[in-house]
Every structure is written in structure tokens, then in C-alpha cells.
């Protein structure tokens, strides 16, 4: 069973930088696509972002492109995304999320398609 941890959210003015960090409990998971959701309150659960297990393809939300950035490190075990210039609008209990695949290159868009979720932490942007 894998367990996912997401750690550094927190509160952060208009402009400002967080930096997400997920780690897998239980198990590596360099075999794994990784994404990052994120949840507002009223709203659906939405993609932000995600990553290959290769690390070689990426995507992101065009809400987040060219602020946010997804990497991995399959030898630390670890997932992060570095979110700058971030709006109000990004305020959202952020969800880190993985599925097992045998394709080194694919990406998962659908939250459906994740069968491992953290717990979630909260993103406060104040205007």
C-alpha cells in the first residue's frame, strides 16, 4: 500500500512562493506518474499538474502555466511543485496523487485514473 505525505503548504501574499513537497511511504515509486490536484471550496477536484515516472513529460494546467513547475527525484523518493507569482485563485487544499504504469513517458489528466492520494494541505494566497 502506498502512502502519499504532501507537506509545505501555508498561507503567502499575492506574488509570493510555496513550495509542495510529496513523498510515498511504503514504497519507491520511480514506476509511478505522479500529479498534483487541487480542490477550492464549492468546487471540483482539478488537475494542476503532472509528471511521468520518467520525469521526461510533463503538464500543467494552462491556470498555472509558466507559474508552476512539477519535478521529481526518483533516488530521494520525492515529487515537488515550486509555485511562484501565485493569485488569490490559487487558494485550494492541494493533493499530491500517483498511479502505477509500465509507460516510462505517459501522463494521467483524470483524477479517476489515480489510485494513491494524500491527505492533502492547504494553499492560502491573500490578495
Known amino acids: 500500500q502506498v502512502r502519499l505525505v504532501e507537506s509545505g503548504g501555508g498561507l503567502v501574499q499575492a506574488g509570493g512562493s510555496l513550495r509542495l513537497s510529496c513523498a510515498p511511504s511504503g514504497r519507491t515509486f520511480s514506476s509511478y506518474t505522479m500529479g498534483w490536484f487541487r480542490q477550492a471550496p464549492g468546487k471540483e477536484r482539478d488537475i494542476v499538474a503532472a509528471?511521468?515516472?520518467?520525469?521526461?513529460?510533463?503538464y500543467y494546467a494552462d491556470s498555472v502555466k509558466g507559474r508552476f513547475t512539477i519535478s521529481r527525484d526518483n533516488a530521494k523518493n520525492t515529487v515537488d511543485l515550486q509555485m511562484n507569482s501565485l493569485k488569490p485563485e490559487d487558494t485550494a487544499v492541494y493533493y499530491c496523487?500517483?498511479?502505477?504504469?509500465?509507460?516510462?513517458?505517459?501522463?494521467?489528466?483524470?483524477?479517476?485514473?489515480?489510485?494513491?492520494w494524500g491527505q492533502g494541505t492547504q494553499v492560502t494566497v491573500s490578495s
Open positions: 496523487a500517483a498511479i502505477a504504469t509500465s509507460d516510462r513517458g505517459r501522463i494521467y489528466y483524470r483524477q479517476g485514473d489515480y489510485n494513491y
Open positions: 509528471i511521468s515516472w520518467s520525469g521526461g513529460n510533463t
